[in-house]
C-alpha cells in the first residue's frame, strides 16, 4: 500500500515538554510538508522539504523543528510545547516542489493535545 | 483578510440533491484553483483542479471557474451520505520557483438520508 503515515495517531502532553511526530510517505514523492488544522478546523502550512532539503519555513515559533533524513521521511519536534499548540498536524507529500499540477496527498494526521 | 474565502460555511442537502459550493479568491496570484474534501478522522484529500475558464466534469462533481472574477464553484449532483464531509477550496501561487498552497477556512456539507 502506498499511501502517507503518520505517527502517532494523538498524544497527550503537558506543557513545556517535549515531542516529536513522524511521518514517511510510499510514494516516491520529492517534497514533504507539515500542515497545522487548528480547532476551527484551518490550514496553514508551516514546512516544506524538496529532496531533504527545506525550501519553506512559514511564520513558525522557534521550538518548531523539521527533520528529515531521506525524501520519504519527515519529522516534526516541538520543544517545549505550549498550549496554542494543541491542533491536528498534518503531513502531506506531493511529486515536485513547483508547478500547478501538483497534487498534495495527505496523511491521517497527529492531534496533540497540551494540558 | 483571507485571500480565499469559501461559502456557505455549512449546507445541508437531501440524498439525491445537488450541494453547490463557492470560492473566491482576492489575489491575481492565486490562478490555480483546488477542491479537497476531508472527511471526519482522516486527512484532506484531492478531488479535482481547475485551471482554465468554464466547466470541469469528473463523475458527479463539476467545478466552473471564472478568472475574470477568481470565482470558482463546486457542484455535487446526486447528493450522497458519503459526501458528508469539510471541503476545502485551495489556491495556488508561484512563490519564487515553488508553488504554495492556500487554503480556504472550508465548507461543512451534510447529506442527508
Known amino acids: 500500500e502506498t499511501a502517507v503515515f503518520q505517527t502517532p495517531n494523538y498524544h497527550v502532553t503537558q506543557v513545556g515538554n517535549e515531542v516529536s511526530f513522524n511521518c514517511k510517505q510510499t510514494?516516491?514523492?520529492?517534497?514533504m510538508y507539515w500542515y497545522k488544522q487548528d480547532s476551527k478546523k484551518l490550514l496553514k502550512i508551516m514546512f516544506s522539504?524538496?529532496?531533504?532539503?527545506?525550501?519553506v519555513n512559514e511564520t513558525v515559533p522557534r521550538r518548531f523543528s523539521p527533520q528529515s533524513s531521506d525524501k520519504a521521511h519527515l519529522n516534526l519536534r516541538i520543544k517545549s510545547v505550549e498550549p496554542e499548540d494543541s491542533a491536528v498536524y498534518l503531513c502531506a507529500s506531493s511529486p515536485h516542489n513547483w508547478g500547478a499540477l501538483n497534487t498534495l496527498y495527505f496523511g491521517a494526521g497527529t492531534r496533540l493535545s497540551v494540558l | 483578510q483571507q485571500k480565499v474565502q469559501q461559502s456557505p460555511e455549512s449546507l445541508s442537502v437531501p440524498e439525491g440533491g445537488m450541494a453547490s459550493l463557492n470560492c473566491t479568491s482576492s489575489d491575481r496570484n492565486f490562478q490555480y484553483f483546488w477542491w479537497y474534501r476531508q472527511h471526519s478522522g482522516e486527512g484532506p484529500k484531492a478531488l479535482m483542479s481547475i485551471f482554465s475558464d468554464g466547466d470541469k466534469k469528473e463523475g458527479r462533481f463539476t467545478a466552473h471557474l471564472n478568472k475574470a472574477s477568481l470565482h470558482v464553484s463546486l457542484h455535487i449532483r446526486d447528493s450522497q451520505p458519503s459526501d458528508s464531509a469539510l471541503y476545502f477550496c485551495?489556491?495556488?501561487?508561484?512563490?519564487?520557483?515553488?508553488?504554495?498552497?492556500?487554503f480556504g477556512a472550508g465548507t461543512r456539507l451534510a447529506v442527508c438520508p
Open positions: 510514494l516516491g514523492h520529492d517534497t
Open positions: 485551495a489556491v495556488s501561487e508561484l512563490s519564487g520557483s515553488f508553488n504554495k498552497l492556500t
Open positions: 522539504y524538496n529532496n531533504k532539503q527545506l525550501i
